[in-house]
């Protein structure tokens, strides 16, 4: 079955909120086996609500809208339904009777306009909506579905997974979309592509690659009438596919490299001290995102400054002779955390994040450096500009990356 | 002129990445007087994009697309824009060029896919992208244009500042909408609504309020045929809200709250360190993302360990008296951290991140604590549990919050 989602209301369209709305169904419909073709966002205007339902109407067999079920002048969801339908809305007593009670059980008036809360048209029936005045529309005729769920984020949830959801489920769900995504490290898109692209001719099986900040992920997509069909598909094709990457992958689905690292130290009992200064405490941040994770992360050193750098234990003649931001002295910071925390491991950063260069360093150039047990420090270098934000995510995901080489051993005998 | 936007990815539409470019984009229109009519989002399939696509070419005079702009074989806004021209798409050298030349510049070699990112047609030019591999497209025929730009929001938004908006400037403001958006904090939304309720009558102004993350935001906005017009109009009705909200409005427009901390203390050459357990980091790397914090942020020491926070100068006792997560120890670490990295300003943060309890005490639960240049010590406690990142987020926010407010003197002769 084809479905498509319409949001409605000018402050989405015009960007004063992000359509959260959409991509929550979105989300939820393959598990449904229900294909989502197209989402829209138009804004509080009937006659382009009305020309974007008609097509909706004409081209899907299910459309969700969202927004426009609110009591002004400009929500007018309801009024567009009705015209593309050609019906005429009425007031409903008994869902009248419900709006009012819903301002009397806090105390206040019902505002005239909220009458329009209440109204049905034929072919329509009411979707209860405990959490504020406006129910939705279910609307069904000619074997074609709208329904119509409030703007309002814990509204629209709270409809979908108590009253849409289950309700499509029992009548619609076909075929079950499965997904498999696997997270690789340390190759770029192009280079994926080539090397999953002998898979792709696979019947039953779709394959897509995506570039993300903590690598390229590879999404395998699998439909079938049951689960364990669809999975029956997939797993051959991931076991291949974790043959020609290796431990290029570092993880599946939901995992994220935080996470994977905090398994790789747990794992291993291991501890850690960072001493961060151009990711200023984001390295720290993102691996204390991981609950528990202070079960191997010690401490961390933002040395902001030189001079703290060097309090801290870094040798102010290495600074003096490579400068700041140089691989020496991020490997002195790697070092120093290590020892000055007393850790199994010490990750060192130093880098210019921008905008501007410094000392005739250009923005974007990091050096990452990981002390590990035995003593070694290896370093790595990345330049890469891309603004002062992206420049800090990607300095902190080179120093998992490094990290993550040190503790499968693949830098054994590599000291750099 | 009539505007709609196309946002292109299977990701997005199955909602694994929320679209922010869209909004992004819609925000900027208004500036350039162009009306936003529509936005929508298609998968990685080039007959619905070529259907998208047609629509738009049809009903719209600027068409822009964001998404499909990669080396793979499901990036395909390309050929779908070539198609929906009649175009043929050839390689351009002086594109392939600077695609080899970005790899080579990386040291690694250029894989075949990547050439489709060298694409031209006739009536397209292409869009400089510094930050990425895939130049954009501006396709110009027939007095319409569509615009395509990657879909890496750093790249995309690098190419819409530096190279399409002072473009379409150059050539179609019309009427102009200015906007002045004014940040305040410390007031709540009804209260804020109240206040300026007086002003909302004003002629050819309109005054909205919203909710954000850093406190109430108002927004002021004018059209008229040229920006001083606007402007005009604006700038009274500014001074008149800078005199009903004072000091509680602390920036304005693109104004961050963490460059306002930065202004405040680069103004008072004051200096700041913090010692962070809970947030473990994020105040550090939140402060620290604006350019030249280094003047005054000069140490940060995420004490993620009770051993931690001693060896940086927590007295043990304190932490044995009163637990870690306690204003006590809050206000201890504020003071350790000015002390021990001999700064004006400390700022101390202990508290229970989540998702669960930590002896006893509900994960939310955070105690941020400021010491400053006249050695009191003020602390703040929060408890709003919305998950970790969000506690963590909060509890930063809290913190910068309370440290402006002992900068601006409004703390004075109230230690707690």
Redesign the interface.
Known sequence: MKAEIIAIGTEI????????N??????RL?ELGID????????DNLG?IVE?LERAWNRSDLVITTGGLGPTDDDLTREGVARVLGEEPYVDPGLEQRVRAWFAGRGYPMPESNIKQAWLIPSARPIDNPRGTAPGWWVERDSRIIICMPGVPAEMERMWTKEVAPELERRFAGEVLVTRTLKTVGI????V??MARPL?ATPGIGI????RADGVHLRIGAKARTREEAWARIRPVEEELERIFGNAIWGKDDDTFEGHIADLMHERRATLAVM?SC???????T???V?G??SY?????????TE?KIAFGVPAEIIAEHGVVSQETAKAMAAAARER?GTDYGIGITGV????PQDGIPAGTVHVAVATPDGEVYVLTTS???????V?RRAVTTAMLLLRRALLGQLAGRPS
């Open positions: 369209l015009l960007g004063e909120i992000v359509d959260t959409s991509a929550y169904i979105a989300q393959p989502l073709l197209y989402t829209s966002v138009v804004g382009r974007t770029g898109e192009g280079t592509d080539e792709y897509g690659t995506y570039a961060e990711t200023g405490g984001l390295l720290a941040s691996l204390t995102d609950p994770a202070s992360f010690i401490a961390g050193l933002v040395t902001y400054q703290q925390i994040a921008g905008p501007d890469m500009n891309q603004g002062r934000q992206a800090k």
